[in-house]
T-cell receptor, first 112, second 107 residues
Framework: DAGVTQSPTHLIKTRGQQVTLRCSPK?????VSWYQQALGQGPQFIFQ???????QRGNFPDRFSGHQFPNYSSELNVNALLLGDSALYLC???????????FGSGTQLSVL | GIQVEQSPPDLILQEGANSTLRCNFS?????LQWFHQNPWGQLINLFY???GTKQNGRLSATTVATERYSLLYISSSQTTDSGVYFC?????????FGQGTTLQVKP
C-alpha cells in the first residue's frame, strides 16, 4: 500500500520563476492538503482540496494555487517566486476530510 | 487564532534516558495530534489524542483538554528517536502546528 508520494524531492528555482509540485495521496484517500514548512518552523496550512475543489485556504497570497485531478492527485503551483518561498512543501492526504492525516516526505524548494 | 506552544524547544539526551515534551494550546480543541518528523522530512503520526492517555511501546501521550495541554513521554530513548516532535490541533479542518521540540539522543 503506497503512502503519500511527492515529486520532485528537491527543486532549485530563481526569483520570479514559476514552480509546480505534485502529490499522489495514499490509496483510498480523496482529500489532499498542502503545508509550507520554513526552516525551524512548524508547517503552515496552505489549502485543502476535495472533489476537485479548493475547500479551505490558509493565509497565503494568490500566487499560491492548486488543482486536484479526478484520480485525487494534486498539484501546487507558485508563481512569481520570492526568496521567502524557500521551504519544505508537504502534502497530506485523508479520507473525506477525516482529521488523521498522512504526510508525504515533502519537496524542498530553494529560491535563489 | 488559536496558539500552540511547545516546550522545551531543544532537548539533548543520553541513550536510555526518559523525557517529557509539553504542548500548550490557547483555546478549547476537539483533538490533538503528535507527530515525529524524521531527518528526511516526513511527518509520522504518533498519536491522535483529544483527551486521556494512550501508549504505543516506549511512547505515551496524555491530553488534559480542560487544562489545555498535552504531554508526550519517551522512555528508554534510542538514537532513532532523534528528530523534531510536533503537536498540532485541528481548527475547522486544518492543522495548526506548534514550533516543535528538537530531540537529539546521543549514543
Amino acid at each position: 500500500d503506497a503512502g503519500v508520494t511527492q515529486s520532485p524531492t528537491h527543486l532549485i528555482k530563481t526569483r520570479g520563476q514559476q514552480v509546480t509540485l505534485r502529490c499522489s495521496p495514499k490509496s483510498g484517500h480523496d482529500t489532499v492538503s498542502w503545508y509550507q514548512q520554513a526552516l525551524g518552523q512548524g508547517p503552515q496550512f496552505i489549502f485543502q482540496y476535495y472533489e476537485e475543489e479548493e475547500r479551505q485556504r490558509g493565509n497565503f497570497p494568490d500566487r499560491f494555487s492548486g488543482h486536484q485531478f479526478p484520480n485525487y492527485s494534486s498539484e501546487l503551483n507558485v508563481n512569481a517566486l520570492l526568496l521567502g518561498d524557500s521551504a519544505l512543501y508537504l502534502c497530506a492526504s485523508s479520507f473525506r476530510g477525516e482529521e488523521k492525516l498522512f504526510f508525504g516526505s515533502g519537496t524542498q524548494l530553494s529560491v535563489l | 487564532g488559536i496558539q500552540v506552544e511547545q516546550s522545551p524547544p531543544d532537548l539533548i539526551l543520553q541513550e536510555g534516558a526518559n523525557s517529557t515534551l509539553r504542548c500548550n494550546f490557547s483555546d478549547s480543541v476537539n483533538n490533538l495530534q503528535w507527530f515525529h518528523q524524521n531527518p528526511w522530512g516526513q511527518l509520522i503520526n504518533l498519536f491522535y489524542i483529544p483527551s486521556g492517555t494512550k501508549q504505543n511501546g516506549r511512547l505515551s501521550a496524555t491530553t488534559v483538554a480542560t487544562e489545555r495541554y498535552s504531554l508526550l513521554y519517551i522512555s528508554s530513548s534510542q538514537t532513532t528517536d532523534s528528530g523534531v516532535y510536533f503537536c498540532a490541533v485541528t481548527v475547522t479542518g486544518k492543522l495548526i502546528f506548534g514550533q516543535g521540540t528538537t530531540l537529539q539522543v546521543k549514543p
